[in-house]
């Protein structure tokens, strides 16, 4: 009767594990460039003295979504999306580099590109700076431009390049910050191959109404879980009380 106890258990707290998940790609299903985690379960057996007789189901996230998310026009020259596969390149709060599909750009007070959560946007030569009194425009290509509004000329510089990437996403790993990364440690090289579309921005692709779903079957697996462990409870006291009849 122990075993039931202990897979009952097991699979009841991994499938909290799953649903929280499910829950954070929900939660995100608004936040741009946001790539949907992959939950499964896979059978762990117990290992111990004797035959492994007790099989465990133990929640796994193998990976992310890499399915492209919608693409909405915002008419902000800002804003990039990334058309097919690719990333931009980004600098971490650490100093290294990660990749990102969230292309709502902006300015920094220091004139610096970032991201709009705030990270500092990688051109081909480091990060890129915006001069002062100018508009921002982004090429297909990723290349960046200023226009100075003050000139009568409207005179156009040439500021960098975006860092577009484009790596074997089966190489790649996802942090807790959303951020891809390789997972050998080492940078990702540009690809000119990758091209942006100005003026629009790539919704997350999490489906809502999907995620909604898997929670409701989730919840409803959890508590199959937790009525097995009743089932148990109430054997046990049934058997007590036969064997204190029985003395």
Known sequence: MDRLIYVAMTGAQQLLEKQAVAAHNLANASTSGFKADISAFRAVPMIGPGQP??????????????????????????????NGDGFLAVQTKAGGEAYSRAGGLKVSPDGELQTGSGLTVLGDGGPISIPENTTVAIGSD??????????????????????????????????????????????????DTVTVTSGAIESSNVNAVSAMVDMIDLARQFDMQMKALTTVDQNEQHASQLLANLS
């Open 53 to 82: 007789t007790r099989t465990y189901a133990v929640e796994t996230t193998p990976g992310a979504d890499f399915t492209p998310g919608p693409v909405v026009a915002t008419g902000r020259n800002m804003d990039v999306a990334i």
């Open 142 to 191: 990723g290349t960046v431009s200023a226009v100075d509004m003050s000139s009568p000329g409207k005179n156009v510089t040439t500021l960098g390049k975006l860092k577009l990437v484009n790596p074997d996403t089966r190489q790649m790993v996802k942090g807790g910050d959303g951020l891809f990364r390789m997972k050998s440690g080492a940078d990702a090289d540009g690809d």
